[in-house]
């Protein structure tokens, strides 16, 4: 028998659920020592009975709960700490379990402003939201964290592997620049950061460390600040290869990091005007607005 296996998706795109069928040839071997005994997106697990005659949330007892997206209601509260009783391995999977991610960026409102501009009629017959978005430790004590919007099959298959011999797992405390093969010169070519409807310069038949570093160019590329993992088994964060500026969905490199402090210092020790940058609150804060990181600013 394998080790039971419970997996949920709350505030979430399903996007992380598709890392984990992308673990293609992997799951070929993993899947022989695992039990799927909850999964809403494959198996019909319904909450309270196949026909809601129950009164108590049926999650079934396992050994590894895998839980994707972030918690902005009732119901995913309730869902997510029944898992939390019943599963003695927790995994938040994907940035917006471990960091809020993209739906955090709503904590900037409160949940009334937010409801309001959106309804004339708030609707009513539908799960509570909390007051705003919460990451799965806000909540629960999570036991292992694979980020990533979304996150690499290599990061799922090497922690569940991890957890099939009993051992733990986590990503080094590194960033994407550790793990970028671009050219730097520690010296910015312009004092402003530009926007990234200009082009990049770059050689496409030329290979990518003889590119210039991305944020050296001036534009925005949030490596300085990220946690490395993105990049698998090839030669580059995903990003990079293709070309464009890392966006920061691998959230901090460490927990209590502070992305927006270390990304202005970033730009200011190679000469870039960070002033300049629009936004900044929300755009360093992307995937990361969870654990008190994004709140309503105060009313002027
Ligand atoms: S982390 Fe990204 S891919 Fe995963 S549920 Fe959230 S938005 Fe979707
Ligand atoms: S700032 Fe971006 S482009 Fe430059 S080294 Fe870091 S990850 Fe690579
Ligand atoms: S380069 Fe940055 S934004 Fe792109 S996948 Fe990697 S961590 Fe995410």
New binding site residues.
């Given amino acids: 028998m394998g080790l039971k296996v419970v997996e949920e998706f709350l505030n979430?795109?399903?996007?992380?659920e598709l890392s984990i069928l992308n673990m293609g040839e992997t799951w070929v071997d993993v899947l022989k020592e695992l039990e799927f005994v909850h999964m809403p997106l494959l198996i019909d697990n319904k909450y309270f009975g196949q026909t809601g005659e129950g009164t108590q949330i049926e999650i079934p007892e396992a050994d590894i709960a895998i839980v994707?997206?972030s918690v902005r209601n009732e119901e995913q509260k309730q869902v997510l700490e029944e898992i939390r009783k019943k599963c003695k391995i927790l995994i938040a999977l994907?940035?917006?379990a471990t960091n809020g991610?993209?739906p955090a960026l709503a904590n900037m409102w409160s949940k009334e402003e937010i409801l309001n501009s959106i309804y004339v009629n708030p609707p009513k017959d539908v799960p509570a939201w909390l007051d705003r978005v919460y990451a799965l430790d806000e909540i629960v004590k999570v036991d292992i964290y694979v980020p990533g919007?979304?996150p690499h099959a290599k990061n799922i298959a090497d922690a569940i592997t991890a957890l099939i011999k009993g051992e733990t797992w986590s990503l080094p405390e590194r960033s994407v620049c550790d793990s970028c093969p671009l050219k730097r010169e520690k010296k910015a070519s312009s004092g402003t950061v530009k926007r990234s409807l200009e082009n990049l310069e770059f050689d496409p038949e030329k290979p990518l460390d003889e590119m210039r570093c991305i944020m050296e160019q001036g534009f925005l590329c949030l490596g300085p600040v990220t946690k490395a993992g993105c990049r698998g088994d090839s030669d580059a964060p995903r990003c990079i290869r293709a070309r464009i500026g890392c966006r920061g969905c691998f959230g901090p490199i460490r927990k209590g990091a502070k992305p927006m402090v270390e990304m202005m210092t970033a730009w200011s020790s190679i000469g870039l005007n960070a002033q300049a940058v629009p936004d900044r609150r929300a755009l360093l804060n992307r995937f990361i607005g969870a654990h008190n990181n994004l709140r309503p600013l105060p009313k002027r």
Avoid: F, N, Q, V
């Fill in positions: 979430a795109c399903s996007g992380c994707s997206g994907g940035t917006c991610g993209i919007c979304p």
